[in-house]
């Protein structure tokens, strides 16, 4: 029988005609090819509709591929249908537990080759706001984040690197001395392994690391708000949404 295994297990997932579905799945029973194709692509559909949360571009493009390249693998003849039912099915493991990754941290996971965020950066930033030094030299591009409500100005502003990672920093002082440092990055903070998490997997989390209280903001996970201030790093962090 002369067919296509792939359009053939396309047009009984969208709907076949009673009759010709159930000459399918006939078929089914004695091809090994369109039984393949058929639960590749069944229990790839049921993990797309599993995903409750959507992921990123690129890992739809890293299934799309999987998926790909496993349906693509050369077939025996004589192979029984449940060894291929079996690789389908750790296949498709394989690729659920790359999804639940993406749920549960979304920002952790590895930018591409060359531009991972090194979990040091954490250390380097606490390092920085305890010595009360800028990154660099560079004249920032970006504008000051507007603090003026909590009566703290800029007196510092620079473009550098923190332990290899370009970042934004800008120091402000409130009129009696307190300090707080907000850094800016193109890249999300990986999460430090004492972070306390302040909602869900896209919120904001925080840690404190002997007099300094650090706020990673929520969403992108690009922002850093530092200080010796528990409750101004908090006011600063709802004022600029990032809690």
Do not use: K
Request: some cysteine.
């Amino acid at each position: 029988m002369t067919h296509d295994p792939e359009q053939l297990a396309a047009a009984y997932l969208t709907g076949m005609r009673p009759r010709a579905r159930r000459r399918f799945e006939a078929h089914l029973l004695a091809c090994e090819r369109c039984w393949h194709e058929v639960s590749l692509a069944h229990r790839g559909r049921d993990l797309a509709e599993a995903a409750r949360e959507p992921g990123p571009p690129q890992l739809r493009d890293d299934i799309r591929v999987a998926v790909t390249a496993a349906a693509a693998r050369p077939i025996a003849a004589s192979r029984p249908i449940r060894r291929t039912v079996t690789g389908v099915a750790a296949t498709v493991a394989v690729l659920t537990a790359a999804v639940v990754v993406v749920l549960v941290r979304p920002w952790q996971h590895s930018p591409p080759a060359g531009r991972a965020t090194p979990p040091g950066v954490i250390a380097a930033a606490m390092a920085s706001y305890s010595a009360d030094r800028l990154p660099g030299t560079a004249v920032p591009a970006q504008t000051p984040p507007a603090l003026a409500p909590l009566s703290l100005r800029v007196v510092g502003a620079a473009a550098g690197q923190l332990d290899g990672v370009p970042v934004t920093m800008f120091a402000y002082r409130t009129p009696s001395g307190t300090r707080l440092t907000i850094i800016l990055s193109s890249r999300p903070f990986p999460e430090a392994a004492q972070a306390h998490e302040l909602g869900g997997a896209e919120s904001a989390w925080t840690m404190h690391s002997g007099h300094v209280t650090l706020i990673c903001a929520q969403g992108t996970h690009a922002m850093l708000l530092l200080g010796s201030d528990a409750t101004l790093v908090n006011q600063a962090g709802a004022l600029l949404n990032a809690i």
